[in-house]
Nanobody, 124 residues
Framework: QVQLVESGGGLVQAGGSLRLSCAASGRTFSRYAVGWFRQAPGKEREFVAALNWSGTSTNYADSVKGRFTISRDSAKITVYLQMNSLKPEDTAVYYC????WGAGELGEDSYRYWGQGTQVTVSS
């Protein structure tokens, strides 16, 4: 069982930045694709960004391209989501998710392991 823990959420003004972190308890991400998803109040959860298992390929939702960056540290212990130029519409609970040997698909059905989420609030 892989347990994922997100951190780094908070309250930020529009135009500001936050960096979210996702760590897997007791293991590294060396064999796992990792994705970030978000769910705003009253809306369905949506794909944000993903990194394939080897760390060589990324996918982004159109709404965050050019503003968000997904990356993994060299030790493959933590996956980050750097969020710049934040907008009020980015307000949501952000979840990281993972699955073995993945290409970093956009669909959440591909992901087996999920974190509890971290709240990001962007004020206007």
């Amino acid at each position: 069982q892989v347990q994922l823990v997100e951190s780094g959420g908070g309250l930020v003004q529009a135009g500001g930045s936050l960096r979210l972190s996702c760590a897997a308890s007791g293991r590294t991400f060396s064999r796992y694709a990792v994705g970030w998803f978000r769910q705003a109040p009253g809306k369905e959860r949506e794909f944000v960004a993903a990194l394939n298992w080897s760390g060589t390929s990324t996918n982004y939702a159109d709404s965050v391209k050019g503003r968000f960056t997904i990356s993994r540290d060299s030790a493959k212990i933590t996956v980050y989501l750097q969020m710049n130029s934040l907008k009020p519409e980015d307000t949501a609970v952000y979840y990281c998710a993972a699955y073995l040997w993945g290409a970093g698909e956009l669909g959440e059905d591909s992901y087996r392991y999920w974190g509890q989420g971290t709240q990001v609030t962007v004020s206007s």
